[in-house]
């Protein structure tokens, strides 16, 4: 078999890793129309304006872009390789491109003053390059328009523990994770370290001190991030995604040792997440494993973005775990699929069910039928929808 070459780990930072000024420069203006021939920083401008999420770059299509979860085409020319690459090493600073270029891969933060910041991807395929971006909010949503309950608030009140939120890519899960931490910036008055890959959403301090922190700029690895902020008085850890044995490990440590921290992961519901935690520690250190999360786990809040019926727009279904003693003695146990039972009858804890909230986004006329049964945990309990 032929040698597999992978990244190197980065062994050294950036020599300049402050925030390049922008300069007062007045915003660019919304264009007109779209064509094959603006510049990135101008497609991207007319996404935000267009409401749109997500942009897409990519060799013989037009330009796309995913409005409210939907992929829609928005120019009639295909765009050819050498618009791509035009594209894109117009306005691509030269030592990303150079790092694009060895890999073949990129994923970094591009900032429009005036229209806000992307999260831009590249990637080389067999006819050249693509591109794909996603539209990172202007604002951090407020916790009263969030959707979530007052139980999920109630939940940044802890000194220490473990909070996670999940779901699928492209869920919401940055933004729900966001609207949290600004609620502790503002009601709190502690030191928030996060640790992000990269930084999408820009805290202003307000009652806590907040020091953000990005991979590969700041700190050469969330392991190492996550170690040295043990060292670094914090209140609060945030980890913009939980990964590996090695972050997973260091989070639950975190927690367990006085502080409170929040975290992403890529899993469907509670019971999945908690699963994956488990499962993330070797065999031989099971019983110690679920004993910690049950004692440090504070609530796992799962989330689905589903189209509203009226086109309008997106709406969130949340799913809300709060460790009570009988959800921590199920875990202890190792019954962790019987958790369903606990969210089930926990309403008086502030707990509920995927499916209940999609079945409640249905009967309140917010979403179609259908759209539920495509995310349903259990699609059975909506087979009345399946079929258009």
């Known amino acids: 078999m032929p040698e597999q070459i992978t990244r190197p780990q980065q062994t050294s930072l950036p020599k300049d890793f402050f925030p390049k000024n922008l300069g007062d420069q007045p915003p660019k203006a919304v264009p007109s129309a779209l064509s094959n021939d603006l510049s990135l920083d ?35 020319t295909p765009l050819t390789p050498e618009e791509i690459k035009k594209i894109i090493s117009a306005s691509v600073a030269k030592e990303i491109l150079d790092e694009f270029e ?13 229209h806000g910041r992307f999260r831009v991807t590249l990637m080389k395929q067999r006819f050249g390059w693509d591109l794909t971006a996603r539209v990172i909010d202007l604002t951090i949503r407020p916790f009263e328009t969030s959707g979530m309950s007052q139980s999920c608030a109630n939940l940044t009140c802890w000194a220490q523990g473990l909070i996670l939120v999940t779901g699928p890519a492209g869920c919401g899960k940055t933004s729900t994770l966001s609207t949290l931490v600004e609620l ?21 301090p307000k009652s806590c001190q907040v020091t953000q922190r990005q991979i590969g700029l700041h700190t050469l690895s969330q392991g190492n991030a996550l170690r040295a902020s043990l060292r670094e008085d914090p209140d609060i850890i945030v980890v913009s995604e939980l990964r590996d044995l090695a972050s997973i490990q260091l989070a639950v440590t975190a927690a367990e040792t006085g502080h409170l921290v929040l975290g992403t992961m890529n899993t469907n519901d509670a019971v999945q997440t908690i699963s994956t935690l488990i499962d993330s520690f070797p065999p031989e250190e099971k019983a110690i494993i679920t004993s910690m999360i049950s004692e440090s786990l504070r609530g796992v809040i799962s989330q689905r973005l589903v189209p509203k019926k009226d086109k309008s727009g997106l709406v969130p279904a949340f799913e809300v775990l709060i ?10 146990g190792d019954k962790i699929k ?31 039928g259908y759209e539920a049964y495509k995310r349903a945990i259990n699609p059975m309990e909506f087979k009345q929808y399946a079929n258009r």
């Open 42 to 76: 101008e497609i991207l401008i007319y996404a935000r304006h267009y409401q749109a999420s997500d942009v897409h770059l990519c060799f013989a299509k037009p330009i796309i872009f995913r409005k409210f979860g939907e992929i829609e085409t928005v120019t009639n």
């Open 102 to 114: 060895h890999w073949g891969d990129k994923e970094f933060v591009h900032e429009i003053p005036g």
């Open 184 to 204: 502790i910036n503002q009601t709190r008055e502690d030191h928030i370290i996060t640790i992000e890959n990269p930084i999408e959403i820009v805290y202003t």
């Open 323 to 332: 460790l009570n003693a009988a959800a921590a003695n199920l875990i202890r």
């Open 338 to 368: 019987q958790l369903n039972n606990v969210m089930a009858t926990g309403k008086a804890d502030g707990m509920v069910l995927l499916d209940h909230s999609l079945k409640r986004l249905i009967d309140t006329g917010e979403i179609d």
